[in-house]
C-alpha cells in the first residue's frame, strides 16, 4: 500500500494537479526573475531570515549535522503540511509554489546583475539537492492543490451519492498518506546531499 510503484501510480491520478503545480513554481521563478526589483524587498527578508540562521548552524560544533537536522526538519514539516493545508481550496500550495518559484528566480537573476558565477550557483548550489527536493515539493504542492479541488467540488457539487463519496476520500487519504511518507523519504535523501555535498562545495 505504501511502496513506491503505488506513490507512482497515485501521481497518475492527479495529472492535472501536478501540471498546474509544475506551471505556478516555473511562473514564480518568472516572477521573480522579472520582478527583481520590485520583490527585492519582501524576498530580501527572507533571504536574511535564511542568512541568520544559516550563520547560527555554521557556527555549532557540527555544521554538517546541524544543517541536515534544520533542513530536514524545516522542508519535510513544510511538505506533509502543504498537502493537508491545501484543503482551504488550495490556496496555500499555490502561494507556497509561487514565493518558492520567486525566491530562485530572483537568487538567480540578482547574481547575474552581479557578475556571479551562475555556473557554481546552479550546478553546485541547487542541482545536487534540488534534484530531488523540487521535485517532491512541487509533488506535495499538488497533492494539496488536488485537495482542495476535491473539498471544492464537495461543497459546490455535491450530487454524488454518500457513500460514493465515502468511498473516493477513503482511497484519496490513503494517496495522501503514502505521498507523504515517500515525500519525507525524498526529503531526507535531499537534505543529507545539501547538508553534504551541496555544503562541501560552496564552502
Not at 64 to 71: A, E, H, L, P, T
Not at 84 to 113: E, K, T
Request: aromatic content about 12%.
Amino acid at each position: 500500500m505504501f511502496s513506491f510503484i503505488t506513490f507512482i501510480k497515485d501521481l497518475k491520478t492527479i495529472r492535472k494537479a501536478l501540471l498546474l503545480a509544475c506551471i505556478l513554481f516555473v511562473a514564480g521563478v518568472i516572477i521573480g526573475w522579472i520582478g527583481t526589483a520590485s520583490l527585492e524587498k519582501l524576498l530580501l527578508q527572507q533571504l536574511e531570515g535564511l542568512s541568520e540562521i544559516s550563520d547560527t548552524l555554521q557556527d555549532s560544533s557540527n555544521p554538517m549535522w546541524s544543517f541536515f537536522v534544520f533542513i530536514f526538519l524545516n522542508n519535510s514539516i513544510k511538505g506533509v503540511l502543504i498537502i493537508f493545508l491545501g484543503a482551504m481550496f488550495g490556496i496555500l500550495p499555490a502561494l507556497f509554489l509561487l514565493i518558492n518559484g520567486a525566491v530562485i528566480g530572483y537568487l538567480v537573476h540578482i547574481s547575474a546583475i552581479n557578475g556571479q558565477d551562475l555556473f557554481d550557483l546552479i550546478v553546485k548550489g541547487l542541482l545536487p539537492h534540488g534534484i530531488i527536493e523540487i521535485p517532491a515539493i512541487i509533488i506535495a504542492c499538488a497533492f494539496g492543490l488536488h485537495f482542495g479541488g476535491r473539498v471544492a467540488l464537495s461543497l459546490f457539487r455535491p450530487s454524488t451519492r454518500r457513500e460514493e463519496r465515502g468511498a473516493d476520500w477513503s482511497i484519496f487519504m490513503r494517496q495522501t498518506l503514502t505521498a507523504s511518507i515517500w515525500i519525507v523519504i525524498l526529503l531526507f535523501i535531499a537534505a543529507i546531499i545539501e547538508s553534504t555535498i551541496t555544503f562541501s562545495l560552496l564552502t
